[in-house]
């Protein structure tokens, strides 16, 4: 477990380049995100530059938030072009549950392509393993009950590391989990947390090929900076701060701090 810290400063020396297609309400924010960790984030939507662009990153995220026919067709495209160059994909499955249209592409996602890391909150990941879910938008009204279950049994499934985010997070490959305790529910009132959390999976993927350190570290950066985001918060400061706060957080994360967090490992 100490050595597992390393990989953030590794990232910092690498600055890996972090390939994302995700949606249009929180791509600034990943950007930012993926900068304060210490990566490179390139975003692009054009269909002709795929393999140009993948030939020299070294994670690509796919997020489906704000999911048009465009952006289908160029995710599996670039999907299935990182895994041929074996670079390793987050995919954050935004609202998989709330439509039928969103079942349906992910369904196709996680058939035609390869994941290393598959992070969602619980309603999402129940979606992808069968189960019905409680979804408003692309939000859960899911508790954590059966999640460490469900994240194995998916895990074995499709053969990659499932994140869970809520009160919460657990990050299960097969039958290992890891327990995160850290964070804060006024995070919940922030656009894209979730969002930057995939970022931050990604840009340790750029340093580590193991798909479970990777998400444990991205999942508890982001747990540890947002609750430490929050106690640093003024009375007459609120949520625009939290999420300014919360990458100045990231930015200044060192090694030590994860070594704080409330982790425990099964």
């Known amino acids: 477990m100490s050595s597992i810290y390393d990989y953030l400063e590794a ?3 690498k600055n890996p380049l972090v390939y994302h297609i995700t949606n249009m309400v ?3 924010d990943c950007a930012n995100i993926t900068l304060a ?4 984030p390139l975003m692009s939507f054009n269909e002709e530059e795929l393999e140009d662009i993948l030939k020299f990153s070294s994670a690509l995220v796919l997020n489906i938030g704000t999911m048009d026919s465009s952006m289908m067709n160029i995710a599996i495209k670039a999907g299935q072009i990182a895994n041929k160059l074996n670079v390793p994909i987050v995919l954050d499955p935004v609202g998989v549950g709330a439509t039928k249209e969103r ?4 369904e196709k996602l996680v058939e035609m392509v390869k994941f290393s890391v598959i992070k969602g909150n619980m309603g999402e990941i129940k979606t992808l393993i069968g189960d019905s879910a409680k ?10 009950k059966d999640g460490k279950y469900i994240g194995c049994k998916l895990s074995k499934k499709l053969g990659c590391t499932i994140v869970i985010t809520g009160k919460e997070d657990l990050v299960c490959y097969k039958d290992n989990i890891y327990t995160i305790k850290n964070g804060h529910k006024l995070m919940s009132k922030v656009t894209g947390t979730g969002c930057m959390t995939a970022s931050l999976i990604g840009a340790y993927l750029g340093v580590t090929k193991d798909s479970f350190t990777a998400g444990f570290l991205g999942t508890l950066s982001m747990g540890i900076c947002g609750e430490k985001a929050v106690k640093n918060l003024r009375n007459d400061e609120g949520t625009g701060t939290l999420k300014v706060k919360i990458i100045d957080n990231i930015y200044l994360l060192n090694k030590n701090d994860l070594k704080l967090g409330d982790v425990i490992f099964e």
């Open 11 to 13: 990232l910092r020396e």
């Open 37 to 40: 960790i210490g990566a490179s």
């Open 135 to 144: 979804l408003k938008g692309v939000d859960s009204n899911e508790d954590m």
């Open 103 to 106: 079942v349906k592409f992910v």
């Open 26 to 28: 929180t791509i600034n």
